[in-house]
Each structure stands twice: as C-alpha cells, then as structure tokens.
C-alpha cells in the first residue's frame, strides 16, 4: 500500500515562496504510468489542480499557476517537492499530493495546513 506525507511550514509570508515536501512510502514515484499531482484546497472552496510530475520527471502545471510553480523530485529520497512562489493570503490552503494513474487518483497524503499571513 502507498502511502504519502506532505510536510512544510504551516505559515508563510506574503510574497515569500511556499515550499513543500510529499514522501512517498510503499511505492517507488518512477513506478511506471503513476503520476504525482500537487492539489489544494482553501477554505470554504473547492479542490484546484496545481500540476504533477510524472513517473519519468515530465511535469504538468495548471496554466493558472504555471508562472510561480514549480515540482521536482529526488528519487533517492521518493520525494516530490512542490515550489510556489510570490504567495499572497489567497494561497492560504490544505495541500495535498496525489497519486494518479488513468485520471484515477486513487492514493492521497492527509494535507497539509498551510497558511499565508505577515
């Protein structure tokens, strides 16, 4: 069973850049056909797609945030990183990572809390 973890600060500044951390366990992140998706939701809305990296490290970003966002990983770690820069309150949201495969995202990390506030 895969099992994922996001970790980060729970609070950054306005304008800093927001950086957070999905630990994969029970599965390799270059397993072929799985993709690994950055999704968040603030409060009161609903889920919004931030982009994924795939099994072999192609990436995909919502055209909303392409600008400010960037997901790497380090494989010897079966880790995904997500980067999103220049935050404002609005970024204000539980992040979650995602493993999908065939539009099915069938393994989720418990979200994080995070919170963009001076």
């Known amino acids: 069973q895969v099992l994922l973890q996001e970790s980060g600060p729970g609070l950054v500044k306005p304008s800093q850049t927001l950086s957070l951390t999905c630990t994969v366990s029970?599965?390799?992140?270059?397993?072929?056909?799985?993709?690994w998706n950055w999704i968040r939701q603030p409060p009161g809305k609903g889920l919004e797609w931030m982009g994924a990296?795939?099994?072999?490290?192609?990436?995909f970003y919502s055209p909303a945030l392409k600008s400010r966002t960037s997901i790497s990983r380090d494989t010897s770690k079966n880790q995904i990183t997500l980067q999103l820069s220049s935050v404002t309150p609005e970024a204000t949201a539980v992040y979650y990572c995602?493993?999908?495969?065939?539009?099915?995202?069938?393994?989720w990390g418990q979200g994080t809390q995070v919170t963009v506030s001076s």
């Open positions: 029970g599965g390799s992140i270059t397993t072929d056909y799985y993709y």
């Open positions: 990296i795939g099994y072999s490290g192609t990436t």
């Open positions: 995602a493993r999908e495969r065939g539009y099915d995202f069938g393994s």
